[in-house]
């Protein structure tokens, strides 16, 4: 399985449009890995976790041909995760040649709740959205996804994911803090082969919506002692804001000494 996480911040971006922080104004002085977009990754090459408003950046900046995309899993309806407006575009006559080309899109009910017009009636030739249970598997294209429940926005239904490839399994688990316990327990009985890990609060902890450096280190100490991972398994710090106080020098320093890989827009992994 591949994974290449496209944007790897908060819903404000590293540096904040509208901050001037130490963390912000460092971004901005150095640049390079310093500087992040809203959170998307795209797996196999395929399939698109999130859209938020930076996915036409990412779709310029890494190549992404978005016309030879089918499938996008969708964790929670909160704007950098989740931005039907740019999906619209799909259909003529901003998009063309897409007849026959279907974009799926799943996520949780709370994307026709906050979104109720989505997809709207002149785009559901080219786009159709499948509402997804908690704890069920679905087959989505050649992966299996499973949604479990989210620990974030308490008014909205949010999801992370246990997805599986080629014999491989990923737990894509932001934006959450703490999982609930009926996902945890589905967590303790699998293994997985790599965590994609929300570092919202960066230095300092959370637990509650996000999680922090502090907080993933005593997730992944959980998920080692119940044999869900092992040495073998790779921890990814990502999902930053600037609140959270850690350049990414820090984070990285951070990530290394405590057995993470810390994220940049771009980073790749396969596993």
Do not use: W
Request: glycine share 8%.
């Amino acid at each position: 399985m591949k994974i290449r996480i496209l944007g790897t911040a908060a819903a404000e971006g590293i540096p904040g449009v509208f901050c001037n922080c130490p963390i912000c104004e460092h971004a901005r002085k150095n640049g390079g890995k310093n500087i992040r977009t809203r959170s998307q990754s795209i797996i196999n090459d395929k399939y698109l976790v999130d859209f938020p408003m930076d996915s036409y950046l990412h779709s310029l900046r890494f190549n992404i041909n978005f016309h030879e995309i089918y499938h996008v899993i969708v964790t929670h309806p909160h704007e950098d995760h989740f931005f039907p407006v740019d999906l619209e575009y799909r259909r003529p006559p901003f998009g063309l040649d897409n007849e026959g080309r279907l974009l799926n899109v799943y996520g949780p009910g709370s994307i026709s709740q906050r979104y109720p017009g989505f997809p709207s009636k002149s785009s559901q030739e080219y786009i159709k959205l499948h509402l997804l249970n908690a704890f069920e598997t679905y087959t989505i294209g050649d992966l299996l996804v499973t949604p479990l429940r989210a620990l974030h926005d308490r008014n909205i239904e949010c999801f992370v994911y246990i997805i599986e490839s080629q014999g491989k399994r990923l737990l894509y688990n932001h934006d959450s803090g703490f999982l609930p316990e009926d996902s945890l327990k589905i967590v303790k009985d699998k293994y997985f082969d790599c965590v994609i890990c929300d570092t919202t609060s960066g230095a300092l902890r959370d637990g509650n919506y996000h999680m922090g450096v502090e907080d993933n280190i005593q997730l992944k100490k959980m998920m080692l002692e119940s044999g869900c991972a092992d040495k073998n398994t790779k921890f990814v710090l990502t999902h930053l804001s600037h609140n959270g106080r850690l350049t990414h020098e820090q984070l990285e320093k951070a990530a290394f000494e405590n057995g993470f890989l810390a994220a940049y827009d771009g980073f790749e992994l396969e596993f």
